[in-house]
């Protein structure tokens, strides 16, 4: 992709594009900022236009490789995309979230509450948190991610009314959950991390299918989705 260094001059923002609390504004080591003790919220525009533009990326990149995308070109609902980025960074950053302002807390209550408010998140497990961790694995996001691009279903396809081949039918019939797989493949690629379940053209799709039907549970799709973590 040649025009990705120009897109993510440093290639950390393609993750946080993705991986990043689409929420709450946080740095690059995830640390909240906070305004009168209160979070400070994302530009909404903003967040979905660097999606718009990595998927521009993706899809490109398809037409390079498959002339077949040529004749069609990639729909967003931003309304369901939204969602998909709230759900993803309630699942993923709510336990963070609410550790971030406990600390906030620092000073402005005594010791022994914050030590007593501290212990309530060390015992969140037992509170509803879908992940009980400040730091959730990759491949953890990655399928949470998954999950919700598979509920929501963002991405769609439109076909111009010109001559010439249409992508594969399992494309076609798949395509929110073959785009949101490979715009995950992207983002990760900055932390070394290469999903190799598309390498299995059978498998590749018995997984879409299953993923299209929501038949396959966050938790699953973590067995799901075998990686390579590169040396690069």
Known sequence: MGSFDALFPDPMDCYFVLFQDAVYEHNKAVQYTFKNGEFIRRNRVTVVNKIKDMSNLVYENFAQQDPSFKKCHPLIDYPALLSVLTRYSRDIYGFRRITAKIHDLSGKIDEAQQKYLEQIV??????????????????????????????????????????????QPYIQAYFNEYFSYFLVCLALHPQSIDLEIHQNKDQFEEFLNQLHFRNLSRSSLEFFLPYNKNSE
């Open 122 to 167: 060390i015992d969140g497990a037992d509170f509803g948190f879908k992940i009980p961790s400040e730091n959730p694995y990759v491949d953890r996001q990655a399928a949470v991610l998954l999950y919700w691009f598979s509920v929501l279903k963002p991405f769609h396809l439109e076909y111009d009314e010109i001559g010439g081949p249409i992508p």
